[in-house]
């Protein structure tokens, strides 16, 4: 009875949520067909060759800073305003040094502070704290005692004396 | 090679329309090989092709970056540009500043140095900023900032207590700003002076009376159209007392 009920109801409402339960395997299989075959018939795409990302060899940009190596637009004259002197100077040479920077370009050399070796150096200790810190609590003395080769005499472990009476 | 079609042009005048093309080297498999190019003002990209939007004289400076130098009074905000504002609003945490471009700039409260949302900076309307554009395409509004990228004002900000303000074209500001300018060379032999120059066309000047702040603007607005001698000769007579 159940069954004649449903086939007369209407396909839209036996799509709703509350009469799916109520639905029998086969009704349910054909409702979702119909769905789909809705679905395929309004999906569309456009009938276009792939589109393919091309790599841009050709860069804009909108200024003439660059161009034409414009300087800071601050300027002061015969000391009218020390400040801005102080900062014409520093932004200019700061503009003119990367130029240098630029034009000197030697890969692989650089002036450094630091030597390699004193580099190797303090990267040593830093490894070996960075690996301590790391290192589970448990593991933590036989890091230790691999660090220091010469193992020295370990304390014997502590444990709760019993007082005496 | 890309660059060849733009070689022999160099030092010519073009017009808007003049079209750049050039085959990309393909290689065996099927992938291009060539080197970058940048176009500059005047420039723009049409899928390979670079067009020409400007009349002007196409110049070139290594490695491999053109553009088209040209004369105009217009200014288009371009990123990274300082310029000379006038804030003409003040509207929430923005402030609005006429930079001479199609539409007004914004300048948020938040861009200047030292502030924050409890220490606002003292803007009022009518003051004169100098700024920077962090936003400026033809698409959306011009955003300006008065820090830049550490937080420091680098002498960006709220200027100009006194002073004269005028425009001038933006050519000539392209003079006034080029490394070892002969107009500022000039210039720097006259009085003690302070000027500001912005991008956009906008030249602020100071000096220590308004007899000479004005003779000062008046010697850069001359400079617009002077041959050089002619520029050294009213120089002269200036710094001699007798103009």
Known sequence: ?165 | MMQSCFKNKIGDVVLPGDIFSFELPVTEDGSVKAEKIICGPGLRRNGDEVLVCKSGILRHKQPNLYWIDSQQKRYVPAKGESVIGIVTAKSGDIFKVDVGGSEQASLSYLAFEGATKRNRPNVQVGDLVYAQFIIANKDMEPELVCIDSNGKANGMGVFGADGFLFKVSLGLVRRLLAPQSEIVKDLEKLFPSEIVVGMNGCVWVKAKTVQQTLIVANLIESCENMTAQQRQALFKRVADGNL
């Open chain 1, 1 to 165: 009875m159940a069954n004649d009920g449903a086939s007369k109801l209407s396909k839209n409402l036996l799509r709703m949520k509350f009469m799916q339960r109520s639905l029998g395997a086969d009704v349910k299989k054909q409702l979702e067909e119909d769905e789909k075959r809705i679905i395929s018939d309004e999906h569309w795409y456009l009938d276009l060759p792939e589109l393919k990302a091309k790599e841009n060899y050709i860069i804009e940009e909108s200024s003439f800073v660059p161009c034409e190596d414009l300087v800071y637009g601050r300027m002061s004259f015969k000391g009218f305003n020390p400040e801005v002197e102080k900062l014409m100077t520093l932004m200019n040479t700061h503009n003119r040094d990367e130029e240098e920077e630029e034009e000197m370009e030697d890969p692989g050399r650089m002036e450094t502070d630091v030597t390699d070796e004193e580099m190797a150096r303090r990267y040593e200790s830093l490894v070996e704290s960075m690996k301590k810190k790391f290192a589970k609590k448990r593991n933590r003395p036989a890091l230790d005692q691999d660090v220091n080769s010469n193992v020295e005499d370990v304390q014997p472990k502590k444990a709760f004396l019993k007082p005496q009476d």
